[in-house]
C-alpha cells in the first residue's frame, strides 16, 4: 500500500494579475475577486497592459500619451465602456446586450462589480511598465486604484496569495 500524500496550503489571500481588456474576462475577474472578498479573503487585482483599459477615468476613447503609438493604442483601446467581448462581438454591440442580460437576471454588472470591489476593501494595482509603455499616468486613471507597483513589489506583496492570471 502506498502512502498518499496530501498538500496543504496556508493560502487563502487571491491575487488576480488582470491582464485582458475583454469585456467577459474583466467582468470574471472581478466576480472572482468579489466572491473572494466577500468569503473575507485578502484580494488583491494586479492590471497589466489591455487589463489597464478597465481603470482609464475616461469610459470612451481618448487619445491619451505623447507619442503617436501610444496615442493611436489609448484610442482604439478606448475605456471601460468600449470593452469588447472575446468571442462574438457584433461590432462592439455585444457587450451591451451581456450586461443587458445580466440586469435581466439580476446579476451584478461590470460597474456594479467594480463598486462592489472598491467596497469591499479590494486592492487595485495597475502595473507600473505597462502604464509607462502606452504612457498613461496615474492621473489617467480611477482614483480606486491604490498603487502603480513593478512586478517585484506586485510579486512581494503576493506571495502568500494564489495567484490568477485572466
Request: charged residues 25%; proline residues 2%; contains cysteine.
Amino acid at each position: 500500500m502506498t502512502d498518499k500524500v496530501e498538500v496543504k496550503t496556508d493560502k487563502k489571500d487571491l491575487t488576480i494579475v488582470c491582464f485582458s481588456g475583454d469585456f467577459d474576462k474583466v467582468l470574471a475577474a472581478f466576480v472572482m475577486a468579489t466572491g473572494a472578498a466577500a468569503t473575507n479573503r485578502k484580494v488583491t487585482i494586479f492590471f497589466t497592459f489591455w487589463g489597464l483599459n478597465v481603470l482609464k477615468k475616461d469610459f470612451g476613447r481618448k487619445a491619451l500619451g505623447k507619442g503617436i503609438l501610444a496615442k493611436v493604442f489609448n484610442f482604439l483601446l478606448g475605456g471601460r465602456n468600449k470593452l469588447p467581448l472575446s468571442r462574438l462581438n457584433f461590432g462592439g454591440a455585444s457587450p451591451d446586450l451581456m450586461t443587458s442580460m445580466m440586469k435581466k437576471h439580476n446579476v451584478a454588472t461590470l460597474p456594479e462589480l467594480i463598486e462592489a470591489a472598491h467596497a469591499l476593501g479590494i486592492r487595485l494595482l495597475a502595473c507600473e511598465m505597462a502604464l509607462h509603455i502606452l504612457e498613461l499616468e496615474r492621473d489617467d486613471l480611477i482614483e480606486e486604484v491604490e498603487d502603480v507597483v513593478g512586478v517585484a513589489t506586485f510579486l512581494n506583496e503576493s506571495e502568500n496569495a494564489h495567484i490568477i492570471f485572466v
